[in-house]
């Protein structure tokens, strides 16, 4: 049996009522006599009675000269959280143009505003990102453009941050558009703005102070507009060793160009090895490096003889007591070293030996004596990057890689730490090449792509303590370089 109380109330169904013909008008009979809080609940056609419910109580309308805005709900009592949906229906289904914007069942209160569309679909976009339901999120316009977010107490900045600038620049707004969360607060701007691009040319910061671990290689791109992001920098500290990947024309010589310049310019002594092409790119470091190798063979020697200086080192740095290079004292420590191998996959990957031809033959000899310094620079590389990584020593090289068969071995690029991929549109299997996390890190925008002149240099990284992102190289020449080489 359905019990009368204040929030029930038992109809007497009139004389011949058809529930299909007749249902419409009860019900709004029963909101109109009750009030707009009650509902029909049910029919007991056997009975001959009807049973409305009141739901809710409005109890108060904010403003009294009908331009209200929002109102005050008062819920009926053992409303529970998960009810929050069937109530924001029956609410909004009976004050149409209105929203549900709050909802305490513990209070026993819920609101309701008159939210336009636009904001409707913000709140909505904002509350799947964060996981909640629409009536915990708040919008408003943000004077100048955008939206002002009133946030949900799970709101997380780790968590959520990556979430709502995804809404904003593909939901809410377009590319260029950003958050800007005040979490104590539980407040959050959406802030309109022109998609993220670079200037032409990024001049080499030689005003700015040079720290001998940290090199500077170019910046990330900003959130919106011209804005730049922070400085990308190689922390030689955290990660003596990186890797600068690319296609052709991409950008990989001048990217080491700024890490041997910067190198110079903080003291680094430096050797370079280019077999391939002989130097050419580089040769006004020249006169400033410790080694110099433009052929296969002087390149050989130039690494095994790095690696020999490092073991050396290793010893000293036992004997002196200190676990790295740079906690030994400065005066008791010699300068940091640096070997950059531009096109290093050439100087690697053997090539194939002529089939068929007697083994004494001088094409047979002469791909066998190339094979062995390739094979010795490989291993020589390979315990450069394992075992010298305390001792002031630093490889850096650079390679373009087509496929996985003249890709670098994977065990050689994790250990170099840092990792470059320069270029626009890189294949997936170039990024799972040069990338140890390739899903993590971005890919260079679309805006950017096409823009000839800003997207010179550009592309992604990947580096040790840092998220990853998109970066454009600093520009400077060879001579800019030596010119500020200590
Ligand atoms: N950071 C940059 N800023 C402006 N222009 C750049 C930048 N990097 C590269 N360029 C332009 O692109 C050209 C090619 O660059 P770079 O020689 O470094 O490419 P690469 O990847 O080494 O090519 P390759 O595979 O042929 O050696 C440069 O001569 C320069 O004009
Ligand atoms: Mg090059």
Redesign the pocket.
Known sequence: MVAEGPQRRRLRLPEGYDPARHGEALRSWVRQQLGPSWALEMVDLVAGVAYARRQVEVTELEAADGSAERMEVRLASGTRPSDAERVAARLEDQHPGWTMTAFDPWLGRAELAKVPDGHRRVRAAVATALGVKPWDVGVEARPGGGYRLRLPASYMPSRHDDRLDEVATSVIGSLGWYVEADPPHLRAEVIPGDPPTFPA??PYPFGALSETMRLSVGHCLGRSGAELGPEVALDLEANPHALVS?T????????LWAIIGGALRAGWQVAIVDGPKGGV?FAAFQPACFAWGDSLERAAEVVKAVYEEGRSRKQALKASGARRWHDMAPGHRPPPLMLVVDELTSLIIPEPVPKGVPKDHPLVVEASERNLAKAEILSALGKIARELRYVGVSLVG?T?KASTATGIPTELRDNMGAHFL?GLRPSESQRRLALTHPETVPEVPAHLAEDVAAS??VGVYELDGAPPGVL????ATPEDYMAHAR
């Open positions: 040319v990024l690319g052709t024309g991409s950008g990989k010589s001048v990217a790119d650079a373009q320069l010179r240099g454009k190289v600093y520009w």
